[in-house]
Nanobody, 125 residues
Framework: VQLQACGGGLVQAGGSLRLSCAAS????????IAWFRQAPGKEREFVAA???????YSADSMKGRFSMSRDNAKNSVYLQMNSLKPEDTAVYYC????????????????????WGQGTQVTVSS
């Protein structure tokens, strides 16, 4: 599976961005596909995931501002980010696994075998 993420950029605090992740090699409906982010000097952080057999799941700290959706026809997933804060500044990565993960394992980067190249999101204050 190959993943191509895009949509990052520079936005002011309070603004919105929509990230896209296009998959090739397998239908997104047969992937567990997630978004992670990594800020400078920090560990990679789970943002949200679309479970193979279910709907989207967001990290508790992201609920209410970030939401994930999937378009099977375009074989893509999206991360809608609203009310952005400077602390949301990071490189955002999409990742996938062919396995169906349980909720408690969705946030583990080691669970995913395919990663996109990352897209930079910068939120200015």
């Amino acid at each position: 599976v190959q993943l191509q993420a895009c949509g990052g950029g520079l936005v002011q605090a309070g603004g919105s961005l929509r990230l896209s992740c296009a998959a090739s090699g397998r239908p997104v409906s047969r992937l567990t596909i997630a978004w992670f982010r990594q800020a400078p000097g920090k560990e990679r952080e789970f943002v949200a995931a679309f479970k193979w057999s279910g709907g989207p799941y967001s990290a508790d700290s992201m609920k209410g501002r970030f939401s994930m959706s999937r378009d099977n026809a375009k074989n893509s997933v999206y991360l809608q980010m609203n009310s952005l804060k400077p602390e949301d500044t990071a490189v955002y990565y999409c990742a996938s696994t062919v396995r169906g993960l349980i909720v408690s394992t969705l946030g583990g980067p080691d669970e995913y075998e395919s990663w996109g190249q990352g897209t930079q999101v910068t939120v200015s204050s």
